[in-house]
Nanobody
Framework: QVQLVESGGGLVQAGGSLRLSCEAS????????MGWYRQAPGKQRELAAA???????NYADSMKGRFTISRDNAKNTVYLQMNSLKPEDTAVYYC??????????????????WGKGTLVTVSS
């Protein structure tokens, strides 16, 4: 069973930056897609950004130009650099991974692996 451990969340002022990290361990073969979802209070979970093992990326429209996802396959780690943060970026950010298939916007599927989440709070 793949384990995903996130780090890097915290409190930041609007306009600031944070970098999230997620390290995968245990049976990490064929993790084609890794990425980050987020869920704000009272809102549905949404896919923030995803990256494949060959470097293809996908971003939610609201994060394009501000967030950058990257991946170090040798370290089984995915990163999310978040710049120009806004109060509406406040959410719990979850790392996710999937073998063989891409992450879907909904994040629904029995073959997803999930981290426990890290809280990002952006103050105005």
């Amino acid at each position: 069973q793949v384990q995903l451990v996130e780090s890097g969340g915290g409190l930041v002022q609007a306009g600031g930056s944070l970098r999230l990290s997620c390290e995968a361990s245990n049976s990490t073969d064929n993790l084609i897609s890794m990425g980050w979802y987020r869920q704000a209070p009272g809102k549905q979970r949404e896919l923030a950004a995803a990256i494949t093992n060959d470097g293809r990326t996908n971003y939610a429209d609201s994060m394009k130009g501000r967030f950058t996802i990257s991946r170090d396959n040798a370290k089984n780690t995915v990163y999310l650099q978040m710049n120009s943060l806004k109060p509406e970026d406040t959410a719990v950010y979850y790392c996710a991974a999937r073998r063989f298939l891409l992450l879907r916007p909904s994040g629904n599927g029995v073959d997803y692996f999930w981290g426990k989440g890290t809280l990002v709070t952006v103050s105005s």
